[in-house]
């Protein structure tokens, strides 16, 4: 039997992602229904045709006068005999016949005979007649049905994020439920003798506890059910009984601080006893003692305690996992931006470097690294638009290269 302590150490980045994605996967979420109202920000877990035409009649796009095109005038204002009228969401009006037109609104239905609505602004009224100037062309401010969704188009794919635009066409179709992965159940985490709640008084080396609220708000804004948080101090029978209750209830484990090398550092053991590791420290900076495991029927994603380590591992590993696990299409190709100034990297490992993102007028972003890039600043992240990713195998960026760039909640602002 091998033994259980032998783990991979100090594997890359994209090892790192790669192997997380891996696993994440095999553990793909449970379908379920949710109302419309509950929709946003989930995702698609089966894709969605159109069940009949949207619009499903020809209707008018303008507030106008439904004509046919043949009587319309080529050189002169011309009278037409007003029929009635037909507003949106009406379904009697006269037929149009020659030289006759009948009044209409936007979206309101083609009354028959008619081909062509002119609108509103072109014509003017005579009595019974409307004078039409010349001009409209024929067919004009008509839809057709089925313009927005034929029959049986492929609308939305499984694996979208529901944004408020595509709830809005899963509600033209008539749905009131659709189909969704559940969210994430997740138990959170933050460890260390020093902490302490914020409105409480600190005492002589304590701080207060930031990332409970840093890292609880990136897994709310990211579609994770949180079922409860837990500050725990650096006692390994503490740790143990907590790691094992959230391994019997939760799909994931969120853990920050206690994941290094030190004398309170408890967690890498204790996982190797009561679990498994996957791998322990990856090639970044910051959040080098970045720990994944599982422990019974859940994964274990342990942070550093460092804030700006915890952002910097959450986007640029758990992300991943979150997206796998709910079938989550992938975005494609990263965002990318040009470095505002040079930047001389120190050591051979990946680097996550907070900076300012602006766009210039002809249409280039730019990147500018902040003054203070240490990991326990968290003004940093608070300050920046996103993570400069530098990689591992280059030491010398100069002004103008172009980087990959992870974008921080709430860009753009």
Sequence with gaps: MADKRSFPTGVGVDEAR???????????????????????????????????DVPGFVNSAMDGFAVRAEDLPASAEKPFRLLGQIFA???MAPEVLTDTCVRVTTGAPLPRGADTVVMKENTRADGEH?????????AANVRPAGEDYATGDLALKRGMRLTPARVGV???????????ARRPRAVLFT???????????????HIYDSNRFSLGGLLQQHDVALLRHARLRDDPIVLRDALLRAGADADIIF??????????????RLLAEIGEVYFWKVRMRPGMPFLFGKIGGALLFALPGNPVSGVATFLSLVKPALQAMSGAESR???????????????HARTEFQRARLECDAGGILWATPLEKQGSGMLRGVAEADALVV???????????HVVDVLPLPGWPG
């Design 170 to 180: 899963i509600a033209s179709f008539g749905f009131a439920e659709v189909k969704v």
């Design 18 to 52: 790669s192997r997380i994605v891996e696993i994440a996967t095999e553990r793909m979420l449970p379908a379920e229904h949710v109302t419309l109202e509950a929709a946003g920000g989930r995702v698609l877990a089966i894709d969605i045709c159109a069940p009949f």
């Design 332 to 346: 494609g190709a990263a965002l990318r931006a040009r470095l505002r100034q040079a930047i001389r990297k120190r």
């Design 130 to 138: 409307i004078l039409i100037a010349p001009g409209t062309a024929s």
């Design 191 to 205: 460890t260390g003798d020093e902490l302490v709640a914020p409105g409480k008084p600190l005492g002589f080396g």
């Design 255 to 268: 853990s920050s601080g206690g994941v290094s090398a030190g004398e309170a550092d408890f967690l890498p």
């Design 89 to 91: 969401g009406g379904d």
């Design 390 to 400: 530098l990689p591992e195998a280059v030491s010398e960026f100069a002004a103008g």
